[in-house]
Antibody, heavy 118, light 112 residues
Framework: EVQLVESGGGLVQPGGSLRLSCAASGFTFSSYSMNWVRQAPGKGLEWVSYIRSSSSNIYYADSVKGRFTISRDNAKNSLYLQMNSLRAEDTAVYYCARDAGEWCVDVWGQGTTVIVSS | DIVMTQTPLSLSVTPGQPASISCKSSQSLLHSDGKTFLYWYLQKPGQSPQLLIYEVSNRFSGVPDRFSGSGSGTDFTLKIRRVEAEDVGVYFC?????????FGGGTKVEIK
């Protein structure tokens, strides 16, 4: 069974940092590009970042560029999101999501909650 | 950025009755390769989004055939032929022809 399990969320003060992880199982992780997508409380979905299977291409939403860093470790079947200089508006549930190819986002994790507050 | 506009905001449907959701994009989602990069997702209460339809009209694995997608260019529709209780949740459309990937605001479907 294809599974994505996020972890690392929590309460952090404005200006602080957090590192999210996403553990993948049930498929050949190294063959798939991955995304991070977030959902602020009571709001819609916002794409955050993308990384190609080989890490050769990385993209960010303007709202997080320069503050967030996406990375992956194919040997550990894991995806990461390093979040620095966090703001209140970064408060959201963060989902990792698999790209099945040609930008088809087909499987999502259950999400991890990040709360930025003093 | 491509703006995705969904209507209606919410829908209350009697079980067994049809439902229809519209999604309009601010730019064409038709790629030069002939594919149209429009997707539909359902986020059930307390769950993460699940893919229903990819590239406008293709049902994802395991999706019941009461769900269908149609449209072209900038206008798209998701139809549920006969709504069931398990179909409640928020439906989102998403475009992936251009970064940033963008989503519609969502349509909440409830059962009467």
């Amino acid at each position: 069974e294809v599974q994505l399990v996020e972890s690392g969320g929590g309460l952090v003060q404005p200006g602080g940092s957090l590192r999210l992880s996403c553990a993948a199982s049930g498929f050949t992780f190294s063959s798939y590009s991955m995304n991070w997508v977030r959902q602020a409380p009571g709001k819609g979905l916002e794409w955050v970042s993308y990384i190609r299977s080989s890490s050769s291409n990385i993209y960010y939403a303007d709202s997080v560029k320069g503050r967030f860093t996406i990375s992956r470790d194919n040997a550990k079947n894991s995806l990461y999101l390093q979040m620095n200089s966090l703001r209140a508006e970064d408060t959201a549930v963060y989902y990792c999501a698999r790209d099945a190819g040609e930008w088809c986002v087909d499987v999502w994790g259950q999400g991890t909650t990040v709360i930025v507050s003093s | 950025d491509i703006v995705m506009t969904q209507t209606p905001l919410s829908l209350s449907v009697t079980p067994g009755q049809p439902a229809s959701i519209s999604c309009k994009s601010s730019q064409s989602l038709l790629h030069s390769d002939g594919k149209t990069f429009l997707y539909w997702y359902l986020q059930k209460p307390g769950q993460s989004p699940q893919l229903l339809i990819y590239e406008v009209s293709n049902r994802f694995s395991g999706v019941p055939d009461r769900f269908s997608g149609s449209g072209s260019g900038t206008d798209f529709t998701l139809k549920i032929r006969r709504v069931e209780a398990e179909d409640v949740g928020v439906y989102f459309c998403m475009q992936t022809i251009q970064l940033p990937l963008t989503f519609g605001g969502g349509t909440k479907v409830e059962i009467k």
